[in-house]
């Protein structure tokens, strides 16, 4: 698993710097910190490669997402016809944004197999005689 220490930089660029743990992104983070002070680049962010899930005791903040990488409420902006994370640049289309977040983008763009409508008895069963009808063959 890795780490990346993300900076905006004044001229809306974004400068992604790679570590191979979260002690050396942090440490990254307090050194561009220090550079704030002298108006050199807006803010900089620690975000993990790993997904991380909401506290559920927590409410949704309006007009905000989860980002699952950032691990906060973020606001998504529009680039490209892609939605994606303010800072991260995680896009609505991941996996793990539509599996925390209700999956409003499959839902809408019908992307996704809708899947069965067996109950997991019924799944179970079937296989159990799907394995009978190999067995006899």
């Not at 905006?8 to 050396?24: E, S, W």
């Not at 490669?49 to 950032?70: A, E, I, N, T, V």
């Not at 944004?97 to 499959?106: A, D, E, K, L, V």
């Amino acid at each position: 698993m890795y780490w990346r220490v993300v900076i905006r930089l004044r001229d809306d660029t974004t400068v992604h710097c790679r570590f191979p743990n979260q002690i050396a992104a942090q440490v990254m983070k307090k050194a561009c910190d220090e550079f704030l002070n002298y108006g050199m680049y807006l803010d900089s962010h620690v975000v993990s490669c790993k997904p991380r899930f909401p506290d559920p005791s927590l409410s949704k903040p309006p007009g905000k997402s989860w980002c699952p990488y950032c691990g906060t409420w973020r606001s998504y902006w529009k680039r490209n016809n892609v939605s994606r994370c303010e800072v991260c640049w995680t896009s609505k289309h991941d996996f793990y944004w539509n599996r925390i977040n209700g999956g409003s983008y499959m839902k809408q763009s019908g992307k996704v197999h809708s899947g069965s409508t067996l109950t997991a008895k019924e799944r179970k069963a079937q296989r159990r005689m799907n394995r009978k009808m190999r067995k006899k063959k």
